[in-house]
């Protein structure tokens, strides 16, 4: 007899799918799963690299957290296919020797990205490598990512390296001034003194899009620390004029590409991915309810009312809905930042069309670009850092409304209670559940009130 109860299969274990799963335990019945053993907030992993206790303050199993807390269920293993038409996924377990097929209800992807986009799996510092396919083929095979002890080795042993640097004055090079450039070179001058530091951006300044005052104020402080800037500069390591260009003359001992993103949904078959996008495509086609859908438009699993049946969030979609002959900026949905925010708004629009379902209803309501999409807290070290919000997908907008010591404190803060959150403690929850809910919008594609 089939349960009673609808099952629900969400493809990883990070901040959009717990949200996912929150919201759907009391009356779903959920599965997660995800091919790394621990939770990891991905925003705050540049200072473990320099600080590597830090990385406690940031991780935590899934399994005492989803079975013992949560009440769902939790597989360690890799998605290795999806079935949109029999609604089954294969599943390698990670200490099984053959895959596992199971089958749902809904699915609900959730599994986020890489960031090193010139690297043929996305192989960057800022995310663990945990595909099986990848790690042979990845410049740490030697470590197991899988498991959070794996990634704590990783973190010492870049550490380890880094300290070896900033002995003998090392020239570093940063590609890339976007927020994860700006944090990774200013928490490398303030942990390691010694280095020489260079960060370069094919754009006018830092922080791509956001603010000119934001993106001042950090040139400021770089600039201050002698941290060395060079924009409208591209990244050409070949070109033997480059580095002179830069300051470097002899090339830089160590560099860091911190520039885009790449997709690695490997798990879904080419038809529902696309052919353009960051990265050189193969983000995850959704419609207008976040269904995933195929090249030509069609929803690409769905029941035999017509309804979908499988949902993208967050990081691995395409992260907008574009519409032929028209300006990204006048698409029905433009261009989504890949941050984490994005993702859990995403996830309360999936919950409300599957609870609508369930319910029998045939109303969906459509998503928007998340309000939380133009929200960005970038560190300048430890002490400083600054807050832009109301940023859209209009180059320029947004506000800097927080900077200095405050924002320091406010990152932190943020930090901390995003962890506790996602572990299902209850501080975390009461803090975040309105934000995530709220029936506000005062930024961003949606109505200003109600979802």
């Known amino acids: 007899m089939p349960p009673s109860q609808r099952r629900v299969l969400i493809i990883g274990g990070s901040f959009a799918g717990l949200c996912v799963a929150r919201d759907l335990k009391d009356h779903f019945l959920v599965t997660i799963v995800d091919a790394k053993e621990f939770f990891e907030y991905t925003p705050g992993v540049l200072r473990a690299y320099v600080k590597p206790k830090h990385l406690d303050a940031l991780t935590f199993t899934l399994y005492p957290v989803i079975e013992g807390r949560m009440g769902c269920k939790f597989i360690w293993g890799e ?3 999806l079935n949109g038409t029999d609604r089954t996924a294969s599943i390698k377990p990670m200490f099984g020797d053959a895959e596992e ?4 209800d809904y699915c609900v992807i959730a599994a986020g990205c890489n960031f090193g986009v010139f690297h043929k799996w996305g192989e960057s510092l800022w995310f663990p490598t945990i595909h099986a396919k990848a790690r042979p083929e990845g410049s740490w095979p030697h470590l197991d990512e899988r498991f959070l002890e794996g990634r704590r080795r990783h973190i010492l042993e870049e550490y ?32 390691f003194p010694k280095l020489g530091l260079t960060i370069i951006d094919a754009l006018p300044q830092c922080l791509g899009p956001l603010p000119a005052k934001a993106a001042t104020y950090c040139s400021k402080y770089m600039q201050r620390k002698g941290i060395k800037e060079f924009y409208n500069m591209k990244y050409n390591a070949k070109d033997p004029n480059f580095y002179s260009g830069i300051g470097l003359p002899g090339g ?16 879904m078959p080419s038809e529902t991915l696309s052919e353009k996008g960051p990265g050189g495509g193969g983000w995850i086609l959704m419609d207008m309810n ?3 859908k195929t090249r030509e438009g069609k929803v690409w699993s769905q029941d035999e009312s017509g309804y979908a049946r499988i949902y993208a969030i967050g990081d691995c979609n395409y992260g907008c809905v574009d519409e032929p002959g028209k300006k990204p900026d006048d698409w029905p949905i433009p261009p989504i930042p890949k941050i984490s925010y994005p993702g859990e708004e995403q996830a309360l629009h999936a919950v409300k069309n599957m609870e609508a379902m369930h319910k029998g209803s045939k109303k969906l309501k459509p998503t928007w670009w998340p309000w939380g999409a133009g929200m960005f807290a970038t560190s300048l070290g430890p002490d400083d850092a600054c807050f832009v919000a109301g940023a859209n ?3 320029n907008s947004g506000l800097m409304c927080v900077w200095g010591s ?7 803060i943020i930090e901390a209670s995003k962890v506790d959150e996602c572990a299902f403690g209850i501080v ?19 109505p200003r009130w109600g979802y």
Do not use: M
Request: aromatic letters at 12%; glycine letters at 12%.
């Open 428 to 446: 975390g929850r009461l803090i975040w559940h309105f934000v995530h809910h709220t029936p506000v919008h005062l930024f961003g594609g949606g």
């Open 101 to 104: 097929v199971i089958d749902f």
């Open 252 to 267: 830089a001992d160590k560099e860091y590409v911190c520039i885009g993103v790449k997709a690695s949904n490997y798990f």
């Open 290 to 292: 976040l269904a995933v």
């Open 160 to 191: 380890t390296a880094i300290e070896g640097l900033n002995e003998k004055s090392a020239k570093i090079l940063v590609v890339g001034a976007g927020f994860i450039g700006v944090e990774w070179i200013t928490e490398l001058q303030h942990f």
């Open 406 to 412: 405050p924002c320091a404190v406010q990152k932190e």
């Open 79 to 81: 998605v290795t296919g």
């Open 393 to 395: 997908w209009v180059k």
